[in-house]
């Protein structure tokens, strides 16, 4: 008999809304293969070990586009024509059934991998699913936030918000029965945010929130993942680019195997063979995806609120203008750097705020103590090796969300997402 199932027996208690002890598995208990953080971060869950989902010619879905700034479309240039209204994904279900959507992590798309599966595996379970781009997401800052500055959670949420009863508006032909939410990553940190809106405006009344790995300390996440990109890889300087090392380990794989094959599996097959990068190497890997996201950021920001950063403010950029130098530009700065130079004015402007700490209050879960101690249909599942968090950031999830925390022993960054033990999870407390 497989070892998680008598963990299942206490989900009945794990969501019950109790302030007890969080339900914590030990690592007997969890048969997740990958007990390095930087490779289950990288990799994923295995194939193999992954919860069923319907195959994509099985689901009724699909993409949508709202018009939510048409007077900032018509001043962004021509080359951004992709963004000027904002998409999302819908799945139907055939009636009426629970609708849930999901927040994408930082900088995704709403079609990202990871937003793919949670979609695949809740329309299984018979949810309505809505994919939402992160706010973070070059397409969500120019087509749906109000200050094209991402970052003050509670702004961002308001924009979240806004896009969710737009899209229940245009589909309002859909049969709904109840209001579900979630998130991974930021999107978790977000979601947590538009619940505690909700509660006000009460549009949703959401019946169940799941928080999949959020920060809980946003700039100790935004600071551990930026330290990543600055590993130290040992004869890097001999071997070239850190770039061309992947790409080299890469071919070098592929060569052996004797064919190419992009599937689910890759990663995880490859740093099971020799080719395997080091954790250093990983750790870079991850660092420099963060760093991009970070460029997407602070380039999109800038264009559009005309700050004069990265773009020089008199720059007239059209189709045939390369973007190039400028994203070069918006690489070297990091998310410190974005924070220092774009989120801190727009928030002292907005709230008549002050420090760096201050601000990371009003947009961390700090923010929601009491809310998220109290509301029994939220709840967070996150992994104690997970690289956002930092000194502390446990303790405040066991004793604000009590029995209503899993906490997996592994996993790293929202690499066990797809594991079939934590997708019974998922549903278990969604079921209630």
Same mark, same amino acid.
């Given at each position: 008999?497989?070892r998680?199932l008598?963990?299942?027996?206490?989900?009945?208690l794990?969501f019950?809304?109790?302030?007890?002890h969080a339900q914590?598995l *030990?690592?007997?208990?969890?048969?997740?293969?990958?007990?390095?953080?930087?490779?289950? #971060?990288?990799?994923?869950?295995?194939a193999?070990l992954?919860?069923?989902?319907?195959?994509?010619?099985d689901i009724? &879905?699909?993409?949508?586009s709202l018009s939510?700034?048409?007077?900032?479309?018509?001043?962004?240039?021509?080359?951004f024509?992709? $963004?000027?209204?904002?998409g999302?994904?819908? *799945?139907?279900?055939?009636?009426p059934?629970p609708l849930?959507?999901?927040i994408?992590g930082?900088?995704?798309h709403?079609?990202?991998?990871?937003?793919?599966?949670?979609?695949?595996?809740f329309y299984?379970?018979?949810f309505h699913? $809505?994919?939402?781009?992160?706010p973070?997401?070059y397409?969500?800052?120019?087509?749906?936030s109000?200050?094209?500055t991402?970052?003050? #959670?509670p702004?961002?949420?308001?924009?979240?918000?806004?896009?969710? &009863?737009?899209?229940?508006? @245009?589909q309002?032909?859909?049969?709904?029965t109840d209001y579900y939410?979630?998130?991974?990553?930021l999107?978790?940190l977000?979601a *947590?945010?538009?619940s505690h809106?909700?509660e #006000?405006?009460?549009?949703f009344?959401?019946?169940r929130?799941?928080l999949?790995?959020?920060?809980?300390?946003?700039?100790?996440?935004?600071s551990?993942?930026?330290?990543?990109v &600055?590993a130290?890889?040992?004869g890097?300087?001999?071997?070239?680019?850190f770039?061309?090392?992947?790409? !080299?380990?890469?071919?070098?794989y592929?060569h052996?195997?004797?064919?190419?094959?992009?599937?689910?599996a890759?990663?995880?097959?490859f740093q @099971?063979?020799?080719?395997?990068?080091?954790?250093?190497q990983?750790?870079?890997?991850?660092?420099?995806?963060?760093?991009?996201?970070?460029?997407?950021?602070?380039?999109v920001?800038d264009?559009i609120?005309r700050?004069g950063? $990265?773009i020089?403010?008199?720059?007239?950029?059209n189709?045939?203008?390369?973007l190039e130098?400028?994203?070069k530009?918006?690489?070297?700065?990091?998310f410190?750097?974005y924070?220092?130079?774009?989120v801190?004015?727009?928030?002292?402007?907005?709230?008549?705020?002050g420090s760096?700490?201050q601000l990371n209050? @009003?947009?961390?879960?700090?923010?929601?103590?009491?809310?998220?101690? @109290?509301?029994p249909?939220?709840?967070?599942?996150?992994?104690?090796d997970?690289?956002i968090?930092g000194?502390?950031?446990?303790?405040?999830?066991?004793?604000?969300?009590?029995e209503r925390?899993?906490?997996?022993?592994?996993?790293?960054?929202?690499g066990n997402?797809?594991?079939?033990?934590?997708a019974?999870?998922?549903? !278990?407390?969604?079921r209630?």
């Amino acid at each position: 008999m497989p070892r998680f199932l008598p963990v299942l027996g206490l989900l009945c208690l794990l969501f019950a809304g109790a302030t007890g002890h969080a339900q914590e598995l *030990a690592v007997d208990d969890y048969e997740f293969p990958l007990a390095n953080p930087f490779e289950a #971060t990288v990799a994923g869950t295995p194939a193999h070990l992954r919860a069923p989902v319907p195959a994509y010619d099985d689901i009724d &879905q699909a993409d949508f586009s709202l018009s939510l700034n048409p007077e900032r479309a018509f001043k962004l240039p021509d080359n951004f024509w992709a $963004v000027k209204k904002l998409g999302y994904r819908l *799945a139907r279900q055939p009636g009426p059934a629970p609708l849930i959507f999901i927040i994408a992590g930082t900088g995704a798309h709403y079609s990202a991998a990871n937003v793919e599966w949670l979609k695949r595996f809740f329309y299984g379970a018979g949810f309505h699913v $809505v994919q939402l781009s992160s706010p973070t997401s070059y397409d969500f800052i120019a087509a749906a936030s109000r200050f094209a500055t991402p970052g003050i #959670t509670p702004e961002d949420a308001k924009d979240l918000y806004h896009v969710m &009863q737009a899209i229940r508006a @245009q589909q309002r032909d859909l049969p709904v029965t109840d209001y579900y939410l979630t998130g991974y990553s930021l999107g978790a940190l977000e979601a *947590a945010f538009v619940s505690h809106l909700d509660e #006000t405006r009460k549009s949703f009344d959401f019946k169940r929130v799941l928080l999949i790995n959020p920060p809980v300390n946003l700039y100790t996440s935004i600071s551990n993942l930026d330290l990543l990109v &600055q590993a130290n890889i040992q004869g890097l300087e001999a071997e070239g680019s850190f770039y061309e090392l992947v790409m !080299e380990r890469l071919t070098r794989y592929f060569h052996d195997r004797g064919y190419i094959n992009l599937d689910d599996a890759l990663l995880y097959d490859f740093q @099971q063979s020799s080719h395997a990068l080091t954790d250093e190497q990983l750790a870079m890997l991850i660092g420099a995806s963060f760093r991009f996201s970070a460029a997407d950021i602070t380039f999109v920001s800038d264009l559009i609120n005309r700050r004069g950063l $990265v773009i020089p403010p008199d720059t007239r950029i059209n189709a045939g203008t390369s973007l190039e130098p400028y994203f070069k530009r918006a690489l070297l700065c990091d998310f410190d750097c974005y924070l220092t130079d774009q989120v801190i004015p727009m928030w002292r402007a907005l709230y008549d705020g002050g420090s760096l700490n201050q601000l990371n209050q @009003q947009v961390s879960l700090y923010a929601l103590e009491d809310y998220l101690r @109290q509301s029994p249909k939220i709840a967070v599942m996150h992994n104690a090796d997970d690289l956002i968090l930092g000194p502390g950031d446990l303790g405040f999830l066991r004793r604000t969300f009590g029995e209503r925390l899993l906490l997996y022993p592994l996993g790293g960054h929202c690499g066990n997402l797809g594991y079939h033990v934590n997708a019974r999870h998922m549903l !278990e407390f969604l079921r209630g």
